[in-house]
């Protein structure tokens, strides 16, 4: 199974306990999931994990090393193309369309139905 994350539950599996960070440990240990990447989430994940806030939780040097590792050991695609507007965050849709690409069934009408499933949610 191919799993979309967000990146903002990927600053919060890497800033704090809790349960995006059993998730992705889950992930690293186990492999029960495929965790997608592209170029433009990992920038995204980047660039939010790189801001002065973050220091208090995380280094340079282990927010460098989380992103490295996300993204050499995830499945690697590339941006979507074909946006469509789906979402309630126009910054969104770009995970929307990464879902679709990389899950070969998924249909136009089933992105527009899909489930958009918490961390907590997942971890149950």
Known sequence: MRVVVDPNVLVSAAVASGVSAELLD?????????VVVCPA?????RDVL??????????IHESDRFVGRLE????????PTDIPAVTGDPKDDYLVALY?????ICSSRAIRTCSILTPRTSAS
């Open 41 to 45: 989430l990992i920038g995204e994940l």
């Open 50 to 59: 790189a801001r002065d806030r973050f220091r208090r939780w995380i280094s």
């Open 100 to 104: 679709r690409d990389c899950t070969p």
């Open 26 to 34: 889950r992930w690293l240990t186990d492999r029960p999931f495929d």
């Open 72 to 79: 050499s050991e995830g499945e690697r695609w590339t941006d």
